[in-house]
Structure formats: structure tokens, C-alpha cells
């Protein structure tokens, strides 16, 4: 079992950054890829981005490149998101998930979920 659990979400203009971390406990995360998701009030779970773990390769939504960066820290078990350049779109609760299948932006293909921490980006 792996638990995950986000921090790092708050209130920022737009135009601000942020940085979001999910830690892991329970299970190390450097056997899992990891992604970012988000999910607005009444919207599905979209996906934001992904990282593997063993090369760390990266993918983005395209709605984020450029702006976004996906990290991990395998010795501290846990993964960063660097928002730049926020955007009131962008805000929504966001979640870290792992599983087993690498690059995937299907939410049915992560096995573990985080609780979420809320981004809120005013205009």
C-alpha cells in the first residue's frame, strides 16, 4: 500500500507560481509512475502531467507545457509540481496518483490517490 498525501495549494494571482509536493509513505514511490491530475467543480479529472520512475521521463498536457514542471525525489520519496504562469482556469483541487502503467492520463490506470490540495488562482 502507498499513501500519498499533497501539499503545498493555496490561494495566488494570476501569473503566480506555486509548488505542489506528494509525499509518499507506506511503499516507496520510486517502483511507480506518478502523475498530477486536476479536477474543477462539475468537470472530470483531467490530466496535468506524469513522470516515470525509473527515468523520470516527463509528460504534460498540453494546456500546461511550458508553465508546469513534474520533479520526483526518489530518496525523499516524493514528487513536485512547479506551476508558473498560473491562470484562473487552472484552478481546481489537485491530486497525485501512482501506478504501474508509464505516461498514461487514464485515471483508471493509477492504483493509489492522494486526498488532494486545492489551488485557487484570482484574475
Known amino acids: 500500500q502507498v499513501q500519498l498525501v499533497e501539499s503545498g495549494g493555496g490561494l495566488v494571482q494570476a501569473g503566480g507560481s506555486l509548488r505542489l509536493s506528494c509525499a509518499a509513505s507506506?511503499?516507496?514511490?520510486?517502483?511507480?509512475?506518478v502523475a498530477w491530475f486536476r479536477q474543477a467543480p462539475g468537470t472530470e479529472r483531467a490530466f496535468v502531467a506524469s513522470i516515470t520512475w525509473s527515468t523520470s521521463r516527463t509528460y504534460y498536457a498540453d494546456s500546461v507545457k511550458g508553465r508546469f514542471t513534474i520533479s520526483r525525489d526518489n530518496a525523499k520519496n516524493t514528487v513536485y509540481l512547479q506551476m508558473n504562469s498560473l491562470k484562473p482556469e487552472g484552478a481546481a483541487v489537485y491530486l497525485c496518483a501512482a501506478g504501474a502503467v508509464p505516461a498514461s492520463a487514464d485515471t483508471s490506470h493509477y492504483t493509489y490517490w492522494g486526498q488532494g490540495t486545492q489551488v485557487t488562482v484570482s484574475s
Open positions: 507506506g511503499r516507496t514511490l520510486s517502483s511507480y509512475h
